[in-house]
């Protein structure tokens, strides 16, 4: 499996323009999440999605930003309008579905894409 | 609301030592604790999974520990190597709640 796949890689945009970031997540995974990481505030979670249904939203910071998920191999976070303080690196992750393994411990290992790093001029 | 810490923000060693990397959280309610590893540009990968009722996991020269009553972690790296050298995060699980992340301890091995 290639892992989970983002892209692109770098963007750099101008105030009020759209983005939109891709994630295509682990065959199989039941849950998808987004994550946003910065130096001042570190990895926060903006949203998640189990089935392709948001659960999660309350991290998300404004209404500028959006996520949709389709299908289970494809998810999108838009941004719009952009803005300078959105400038980080996004992050998508997915997981299998949370159960239990042989032993009995529970099994959420989440596996995190390469990151795109957004730059908002 | 659980709030992970992680010290030190940053960490130099030589090549060869033995450290040790801290995670305190406030909510000892947890399902889970991981240890992940970042390296730059890159995302996370996942090191080593602390279950509630373990006190520690090994995976080669990499050693967790978990005391949930007093809201705490280390992660034990022997024989330190350049390769080590990344971004070490810890994360939490409580009940239905998705990770929460400390903002990590950036280490450097001098050869």
């Known amino acids: 499996d290639a892992g989970v796949i983002q892209s692109p890689r770098h963007e750099v945009t101008e105030m009020g323009q759209e983005v939109t970031l891709r994630c295509k997540p682990i065959?199989?995974?039941?849950?998808l999440f987004w994550y946003r990481q910065t130096m001042m505030r570190g990895l926060e979670l903006l949203i998640y999605f189990n089935n392709n249904v948001p659960i999660d939203d309350s991290g998300m910071p404004e209404d500028r930003f959006s996520a949709k998920m389709p299908n289970a191999s494809f998810s999108t976070l838009k941004i719009q309008p952009s803005e300078p303080r959105d400038s980080a690196v996004y992050f998508c992750?997915?997981?299998?579905?949370?159960?239990?393994?042989?032993?009995?411990?529970?099994?959420?290992?989440?596996?995190f894409g390469p990151g795109t790093r957004l730059t908002v001029l | 609301k659980q709030e992970v810490t992680q010290i030190p923000a940053a960490l130099s060693v030589p090549e060869g030592e033995n450290l040790v990397l801290n995670c305190s959280f406030t909510d000892s309610a947890i399902y889970n604790l991981q240890w992940f590893r970042q390296d730059p540009g890159k995302g996370l990968t996942s090191l080593l999974l602390?279950?509630?009722?373990?006190r520690e996991q090994t995976s080669g020269r990499l050693n967790a520990s978990l005391d949930k009553s007093s809201g705490r972690s280390t992660l034990y790296i022997a024989a330190s190597q350049p390769g080590d050298s990344a971004t070490y995060l810890c994360a939490v699980r409580a009940g239905n709640t998705p990770l929460v992340f400390g903002k990590g301890t950036r280490l450097s091995v001098i050869a």
């Open positions: 992750a997915s997981s299998p579905r949370v159960g239990r393994d042989l032993r009995g411990s529970r099994t959420d290992t989440q596996y």
């Open positions: 602390i279950q509630s009722s373990q």
């Open positions: 065959s199989g995974h039941d849950y």
